[in-house]
């Protein structure tokens, strides 16, 4: 559930970019982080090795215009890629609001991403969420290695629940911005329902 400050009129929502480890997570929020006006965006905070992969989270609030006389504001968070931090997207995903898995399109990264996704699964489990409840997208990243498998075939493998899917390169923009605007609209759609009932 978003958290909902009625003295502010402000919501803010918790949105999480998940996938492998150096499948385009962080490369997606730097990009959002540089193109979005200062005055909108919070500070990036990334913590990273010498390789540069993610270690714990990337943190940025961004401020939206009113929603039905609220102020949105979005939390946006990586979690790490590497197996060996599976605590860390334990703790990342809890109370989550909306969420990106950002698939690798490379052919030799397809068991990864398949992994992947099996772990995000268990971890909102873990959190007692269900993957059927809570708004998604998928981003099939890196659209412009040669060896980019077809929509259809990571569709197949990713998105037997049929949720919308984005190609994107994120190192150049391509698609970043229609994914974050689609799963904001998801998660903005979801709290218009749950206050009519």
């Not at 190609?167 to 009519?196: D, P, S």
């Amino acid at each position: 559930m978003p958290l909902i400050h009625y003295e502010k009129r402000e919501i803010t929502y918790k949105l999480v970019y998940y996938g492998t480890g150096l499948g385009g997570k962080t490369t997606n929020l730097k990009y959002i982080h540089a193109q979005i006006n200062p005055t909108c965006r919070g500070e990036l905070v990334s913590l990273a090795t010498e390789t540069e992969r993610t270690l714990f989270f990337d943190f940025m609030p961004i401020e939206l215009d009113l929603v039905a006389g609220f102020k949105l504001r979005i939390a946006i968070y990586t979690v790490p890629g590497q197996e060996e931090y599976d605590r860390s997207r334990k703790q990342i995903l809890r109370g989550s609001d909306g969420i990106v898995f950002v698939a690798d399109s490379s052919r030799m990264r397809t068991e990864a991403n398949e992994e992947s996704l099996k772990n995000m699964k268990e971890n909102l489990k873990y959190n007692k969420l269900i993957l059927e409840e809570i708004p998604w997208v998928l981003q099939y990243n890196k659209r412009d290695l040669a060896d980019a498998m077809p929509v259809e075939r990571m569709d197949r493998s990713l998105n037997p629940l049929a949720v919308p899917a984005f190609e994107a390169i994120a190192i150049e923009g391509y698609g970043v911005f229609a994914t974050l605007k689609a799963i904001t609209r998801l998660m903005v759609n979801k709290t218009k329902a749950a206050n009519k009932q």
